[in-house]
């Protein structure tokens, strides 16, 4: 079981519609919960982190977070062509503050 | 953004030739670190450092070692390259809070042949 697991996609919306990403993790000690997009061929830039039980809302996108079901979830709303990118979940173990990751959903929206 | 390049951005090289690669910050933070995307694998930790003189190892180190002599730069040295090797390889930096974000430089793409 890998430590940090996303679908790969691609996940395919229609623009102005919802996209739901999930990630699970397996560390149970796992502290704070960042989303990062990444363009093609760009580096990782962050969307936002999370560490509280529940939800966190900036702008379009909402993370969710569930401790005891270990998984955490991104909600774009009102999705945008230039949405279009894979979206990399990272876990922070708090030892060392390093961030595992997965391996990313590649989101496509269409006009 | 965040005050973060790499050298150099591209670099082919031949199976058994030493390559270092740099990362230089302006940001004054503490942790660096180094990671290697492929396709499949995802973004994952070659080595980090967590101040000067102060490194260890992340989850796919073998064939590479780091230095940092300076806060800002922090070297990441393939001592002699394999074609397994190839990559895109990302330097991030980092303050101490295990909330704080990791930010990242625009990556080496690294061909070795």
């Known amino acids: 079981q890998k430590e940090v697991e996303q679908n790969s996609g691609p996940l395919s919306v229609p623009e102005g519609a919802i996209a739901s990403l999930n990630c699970t993790y397996s560390?149970?000690?796992?502290?704070?919960f960042f989303w990062y997009r990444q363009y093609s061929g760009k580096s990782p830039e962050l969307i936002m982190f999370?560490?509280?039980?529940g939800d966190k809302e900036d702008g379009r996108f909402t993370a969710q977070l569930n401790k005891a079901s270990q998984y955490v979830s991104l909600l774009i709303r009102d999705s945008q062509p230039s949405d279009s990118a894979t979206y990399l979940c990272?876990?922070?173990?708090?030892?060392?503050?390093?961030?595992?990751f997965g391996g990313g959903t590649r989101v496509l929206v269409k006009p | 953004d965040a005050g973060i390049t790499q050298s150099p951005r591209h670099k082919v090289t031949e199976t058994g030739t030493p390559v270092t690669l740099r990362c230089h910050q302006t940001?004054?933070?503490?942790?660096m670190y180094w990671y290697r995307q492929d396709p499949g694998h995802g973004l994952r930790l070659i080595h980090y450092?967590?101040?000067?003189?102060?490194?260890d190892k992340g989850e796919v180190s073998d064939g590479y070692s780091v230095s940092r002599s300076k806060t800002e730069d922090f070297l990441l040295t393939l001592e002699s390259a394999t074609s397994s090797q190839t990559s895109v390889y990302f330097c991030?930096?980092?303050?101490?809070?295990?909330?704080?974000?990791?930010?990242f430089g625009p990556g080496t793409r690294l061909t070795v042949l």
């Open positions: 940001e004054n933070h503490r942790y």
């Open positions: 990272a876990v922070n173990r708090a030892a060392g503050n390093k961030l595992t």
């Open positions: 999370i560490y509280s039980n």
């Open positions: 450092s967590y101040g000067v003189k102060d490194t």
């Open positions: 991030a930096i980092s303050g101490t809070g295990t909330t704080d974000t990791q930010y």
């Open positions: 560390d149970r000690g796992s502290q704070s």
